[in-house]
Each structure stands twice: as structure tokens, then as C-alpha cells.
């Protein structure tokens, strides 16, 4: 075995290496190349976040549009505070709504955005801003306790 | 003793234990320089730990051992690498770098040590091995050479740095009639033309008597004898007759200690 | 008598160990933190990466090409019945990012390279190829120990990616072409779940512990190995057998500290 063809194999099997490592960055990963100003960021109030996780996706019919960076309880008002960072590409009126939704019926939890009317004095949302139209996600332990308690209502 | 120059080794009022078993109980020699100094004595007395005290590999419990003064085991870490640059070791296997051919095999220390340019290189190497009549094997893998070749093509690696002392640890274990005659040639050889200090180490009386100038014979923790080869040949204690003449029993016991074997086999029913 | 005979043995035992840990240490400090020798030690290097990475690289793929097949084979058939089996890629690629890529290819290189490296520590010793260094005022942790380290600590963790590559693309093969799942939401949801530094830093940062643990543990065992061919085997063996335990052990407690919530 020559020299020249150890090094050879050696090269090539760093280069395996290191592909295999750019595939699962930007194939399975995903991450976006994208510097901070590229994105900006929202926060949103909710009840109740249910499963909602940092890095959930946020969707705007389907198409995701920047994702969960944060959630936390305001220590004041008792409330979740959901942080979340939208691409620059987007911009959305500040009448827009968000809502936890649920993809199938056991599957991740998401937060869906609803883009509202645009008129003239309706601004766009910018960095910082806050959407006041949210909707909680519904949490399936309550829905069917409540399933259960109409139904036991109308039996009598 | 005024008029000698400096031995090149002096061993002084060396211990050495492995464990608790006690291998060498307050010996003393010195190894005179460009002289065959032979080691002998039966298997198993660590002849072998005696070439790696000499070497530093191998740290004594009490006692010295100098190399040209210097105290190998006092040596710091570098100092003790310099020292080894300037004596080597044949080792009884050989020892050769199985993974890369003969030549490679003589010119690994040259290449590791000197600055020296490759084409000069190429030309110690084949000097070495025409040496030791091994220079058109230069390009074979050492698995590719026989016992006693390997042990040439060792000896040339051995020598290409110039050292002032080998050592030869059991150089004729193990070979056949004719190697061991090549072996023995080479050694004197060696020594002579070199002006080589060489140590010896082996069981093998007649070849040893046959190159040495000075012989030590090691048994039992001790330096039972030493000598000119004439002078052991006269030699008439009981443990050196037998080694020497190689009787089965004598001071040196062909049973392994036991109980009374009459005993022994009456109690067989135990 | 027997209580005290007990405790004795312990006591020696435990003494075994820290001065066999000892020993470890000063073999790694003097192979790798004294005095390193860049220049003359590459070479020997790029030699030990083909031996110990590029020779482990076919059984690495293969087997990450089958365990993410089956690995997909499985969770379809379970996914399935509730109706989730687009979950399928985030299933078999959290698994192997997480888990299975640095554990599975630090087992099999504990079983491929490990051992090899003992074996030839061992035989080096035993011929007295590394007395011979030595004896030619050549380190033999340097010239010998330290190239085979690098070339450890280096390679397992590339191997881990590749295998953790292959793996998806076996679920994907499983998954998309065999079973029909939709590429697009197979691909889409694998990349929600998968976050690039929880999952895929992590996995190099195991891999690499991993790495040290194993070639630490195969060349200790070549190294202080008892220079007979009995010594060898058993050498051999009790470097897979560790090294796997090290590996399953540390992988339990490299779990909890990065994943636990």
C-alpha cells in the first residue's frame, strides 16, 4: 500500500465524513442560513399552551413561516407568553390571529396564523410587536370532560 | 586496574527484584570496552532483565548502572535517549517492524535520528546489510525472511546508527548449525572491525567460549564466575563444571524441589 | 474470618483498579500531552486513519444502512395504527442522531477497530517491536500510541455521521419508496422535530467521548498487555467487553445530561 494511496483513501473518507455531516445539517436539520435581521420576532398571550413546544413550527395555511423561540409565564398577569420569530419574507397586519392547533388528532402541536384584513390605518407587525387575537389550544382531556358532562345532562 | 581505560559499563552492587521474587542479589560486573563480554548461565535467570537494566528500561531496587559514568537510571528523561543512541539491542525475536519491509527496517532509526538526506540514507542501509550479506533481501517483508535472516537484517538495523555497544540478547537460541555460524562470524567481525564494545548474553557454552574475551556466568542471584574462556574451561566448582560440561544433575537439580517421592506415592490414597 | 477475607478482596480489587487507572493516565499523558511532534507525527497519523477509520468504514454503512431500515420496518407498523406514519422520519432520525449512530458505531468499532488495535499493541509488545523503539531512543507512546489515539478519536466520530446518514436515507427507503409514505411530509416533518444543535451537536459531542473511551481502552489493554498469546486473546476480549460497557454506561449518563427536561 503506497503512500500516495493512503492518502488518497484518507482524504476521501474525510470527505464522507463531512458530507455526511453537511446532509444531516441541511437536509434533516434544516437550518436556515439566515442572520439575525433576517427574521423578527412576536409575542402572543395564551391561556393555555397546551403542548406547544420551543421550535414548534408557526403556519400560515400549511406553510411554515418562522417558528416558537420562547415560551414563559408572565410572572404578573399568570399568563403563557409565546415568543416567536417570523422570516423576513413575511409580514403579516396586525389584526392577524394565532391559534394552537394540532396536527391530526394525536400528532405535534403547532401554531397556526391567520392572516387578518388589511385597510389603511391597520399597520403591519414589526419586531416586538404583540398579537392580541390568540386562541389556546384545545386540550383533549377537557373537551371530553365536557363531551361527558353534556351528554349526562341531557339523560336526565 | 590504574592502567585500563574506563569501562564502558559498570554495574555496581546491582538488586533487582520482580515482585517479591528476588532476581539479582547484589551483583557487580564491568563491561570493558571494544571487548566480547559474555553473560552466562541457565535459562531463566533473567539474563535478558540484565540487558534491559543496562538499557533503562528496567529500574534496579538498589545499585547502579553506569554507561561511560553516567548514571543510566539517575538520567532524566532525555538524557537516558541520548545514552541509547549510543548502544543497541539485539533482541532475541528479532524485533524487525513487521509492517514495513527489510530496508525500511535499517533506515527507520537513521530517518528518526539524523537529518540526514534520503540518497544518503539509501547508502548507509545498503552498507549495513552487505554487512551482514542481507542486501538483496533489502526489499522483502521481514515474514518473508527466515529465523536466522531476521536476526541478520536485525543486527544491521542494530548497527546503523553507529552505536558504540551492542548488546545481544540469546543471539543462538533457536538457530540452526549454519545461521548460528554466520552469527558468530559476524559478531567477531563486527567487534573487531568496528572496534564494537559487544555483550553477549546467551546459554549457548561453546559459541559463547568461542567469541568472548571475558565471560561472566550468573546463577542463583549471583556472579558464580568470571574469566578469560581459558581460564572458565579450567574451572573445577562443582556449579560451573556442570554448566560448562552441561551434566543433567548436580548442584543445579533436575527435580524441581518436592517431597520425598517414596512418600509421595504411599500417600497416594489421600 | 470469611467477612474479613471479603473485605480484603475488595480492598485489593479497588486497589487494582485506581493503580490500572494510573496507568491509563500516564500512558494517554505521555502519548498525547508531552511534548507532541506535529511534523514527524502526520504522516504516521494519516496511516492510522486508514487503518483504524477508513478500513471500519464498510461495515459502518452497511449496518447503518439496515438498522435504519428496520428501524423504519418497525415504526411503520406501529405508527400505522394510529393513523401517524408520516411521524416515521422523525422517528428514525431522532432515533439515530440521538442514540443509535454513536452508540451502534461505537460498538462496532469497540468490535472492528478495537480490537485490532489490541491485538497489534499486544503483538508489537510481545515480539519486543516496542522494547526495540525504546531501545532506539524512539517513545514508544509517541511513535506508536499517539497516532493510533488521533486516528481513534478522529475517525468515530465521522463514522457515527456517516452511519447516521445512511441510516435516514434507509428509513427513507423503507418508509417512502417501499411503504408509500408522502416524500414531501416524510422530509418536511423529519425537519421540524430534528433541531441542528440539540440533535446532530450532541451526537458528534457523544461520539467523541465515545471515541476517547474506546481507543483509550483498546490500545491501555495492547499496551500493558501480558506479552503471551494467551495474554493477547484475553487482551482482546476484555477490550470489547469493557469498552462496550463504557459505552452503553456513558451513553446512559451522556443521555441524561443533555436531554433530561
Given amino acids: 500500500m503506497s503512500t500516495r494511496k493512503i492518502e488518497l483513501f484518507v482524504g476521501m473518507f474525510l470527505l464522507a465524513g463531512i458530507a455526511a455531516f453537511l ?9 436556515e442560513v439566515q442572520s439575525a435581521d433576517s427574521r423578527y420576532q412576536l409575542t402572543a398571550r395564551f391561556d393555555n399552551v397546551g403542548g406547544l413546544k420551543v421550535r414548534s413550527p408557526v403556519k400560515v395555511g400549511g406553510v411554515v413561516v418562522g417558528r416558537v423561540m420562547d415560551i414563559h409565564l408572565d ?46 390605518d391597520i399597520a403591519m407587525l414589526d419586531d416586538g410587536d404583540r398579537i392580541d387575537d390568540t386562541r389556546s389550544a384545545l386540550v383533549l382531556e377537557d373537551l371530553i370532560g365536557q363531551f361527558l358532562y353534556s351528554v349526562s345532562n341531557k339523560d336526565e | 586496574m590504574t592502567s585500563q581505560p574506563l569501562p564502558l559499563v559498570e554495574i555496581r552492587n546491582l538488586e533487582f527484584k520482580h515482585g517479591s521474587r528476588v532476581i539479582y542479589d547484589d551483583i557487580s560486573l564491568t563491561i570493558p570496552r571494544g571487548k566480547v563480554t559474555a553473560i552466562m548461565g541457565p535459562s531463566g535467570i533473567g539474563k535478558t532483565t540484565l540487558l534491559k537494566l543496562i538499557g533503562g528500561q528496567l529500574t534496579p531496587s538498589k545499585g547502579q548502572v553506569l554507561f561511560d559514568g553516567v548514571d543510566v537510571h539517575g538520567a532524566s528523561r532525555s538524557q537516558l535517549f541520548e545514552l541509547r543512541k549510543r548502544m543497541s539491542m539485539l533482541f532475541q525475536s528479532g524485533a524487525l517492524f513487521t509492517d514495513i519491509n527489510v530496508f525500511d ?11 540526514l538526506p534520503e540518497n544518503i540514507i539509501r547508502k548507509i542501509v545498503l552498507m549495513k546489510l552487505e554487512a551482514v550479506g542481507l542486501r538483496g533481501a533489502a526489499q522483502l517483508m521481514p515474514n518473508e525472511l527466515s529465523g536466522g535472516m531476521q536476526r541478520r537484517a536485525a543486527l544491521a538495523r542494530a548497527i546503523a546508527l553507529e552505536p558504540e555497544m551492542v548488546m545481544y540478547d540469546e543471539p543462538f537460541a533457536g538457530q540452526d548449525p549454519i545461521s548460528m555460524g554466520v ?12 572496534s564494537l564494545t559487544s555483550v553477549v548474553v546467551s546459554h549457548d557454552v561453546d559459541e559463547v567460549l568461542g567469541i568472548a574475551d571475558y565471560v561472566y556466568v550468573i546463577a542463583d542471584r549471583k556472579v558464580i564466575a568470571k574469566g578469560s574462556p581459558a581460564e572458565l574451561r579450567q574451572a573445577n566448582t562443582p556449579q560451573l563444571k556442570q554448566f560448562i560440561g552441561g551434566e543433567p544433575d548436580g548442584p543445579v537439580p533436575f527435580h524441581y524441589p518436592a517431597p520425598d517421592y517414596k512418600e509421595e506415592l504411599l500417600n497416594g490414597s489421600r | 474470618m470469611a467477612v474479613a477475607d471479603g473485605v480484603q478482596l475488595l480492598g485489593r480489587r479497588t486497589l487494582k483498579a485506581i493503580s490500572g487507572l494510573g496507568r491509563a493516565g500516564l500512558m494517554l499523558w505521555g502519548a498525547i500531552v508531552r511534548q507532541p511532534n506535529f511534523k514527524k507525527g502526520l504522516p504516521l497519523l494519516l496511516k492510522q486513519i486508514y487503518v483504524v477509520g477508513v478500513q471500519s468504514m464498510v461495515i459502518i454503512l452497511v449496518s447503518g444502512l439496515f438498522i435504519g431500515m428496520v428501524l423504519a420496518l418497525q415504526g411503520y407498523n406501529v ?51 516496542l522494547s526495540s523503539l525504546e531501545m532506539m531512543a524512539i517513545d514508544p507512546l509517541k511513535q506508536v500510541v499517539a497516532p493510533r489515539f488521533w486516528a481513534g478519536v478522529i475517525s468515530m466520530p465521522l463514522l457515527a455521521l456517516m452511519f447516521t446518514a445512511v441510516g435516514i436515507y434507509g428509513g427513507h427507503l423503507v418508509g417512502v419508496e417501499w411503504k408509500g409514505i408522502d416524500s414531501g411530509a416524510f422530509w418536511s416533518i423529519l425537519q421540524a422535530s430534528v433541531e441542528w444543535r440539540q440533535d446532530i451537536v450532541n451526537c458528534i459531542i457523544k461520539s467523541g467521548v465515545f471515541a476517547f473511551v474506546v481507543t483509550w481502552i483498546a490500545l491501555y ?41
Avoid at chain 1, 407568553?81 to 391559534?99: H, W
Fill in chain 3, 221 to 261: 489493554r495492547g499496551y500493558h498487555v501480558v506479552p503471551n498469546p494467551e495474554g493477547i486473546s484475553k487482551a482482546t476480549t476484555q477490550t470489547v467487553v469493557q469498552a462496550s460497557l463504557a459505552v452503553l454506561a456513558l451513553d446512559f449518563l451522556l443521555t441524561a445530561m443533555m436531554f433530561a427536561r
Fill in chain 2, 183 to 194: 552469527l558468530v562470524k559476524l559478531i567477531r567481525d563486527l567487534s573487531d572491525s568496528l
Fill in chain 1, 23 to 31: 446532509v444531516l445539517v441541511f437536509k434533516v436539520a434544516n437550518i
Fill in chain 2, 105 to 115: 527496517n535499517v533506515a527507520f532509526a537513521l530517518r528518526e535520528h539524523s537529518e
Fill in chain 3, 79 to 129: 405508527l400505522v395504527e394510529f393513523g401517524t406514519e408520516e411521524s416515521l422520519g422523525p422517528m428514525v432520525a431522532l432515533a439515530l442522531m440521538r442514540e443509535l449512530g454513536p452508540v451502534v458505531t461505537a460498538l462496532l468499532f469497540a468490535g472492528r477497530a478495537g480490537s485490532a488495535l489490541t491485538a497489534e499493541l499486544g503483538l508489537m509488545k510481545s515480539s519486543e517491536q
Fill in chain 1, 75 to 120: 410572572p404578573d398577569r399568570q399568563e403563557p407568553v409565546v415568543t416567536i420569530s417570523i422570516d423576513r419574507k413575511y409580514s403579516f397586519p396586525e389584526t392577524s390571529s394565532l391559534a394552537i392547533l394540532t396536527s391530526g388528532l394525536l400528532g405535534e402541536q403547532f401554531l397556526g396564523l391567520t392572516p387578518g384584513f388589511v385597510d389603511d
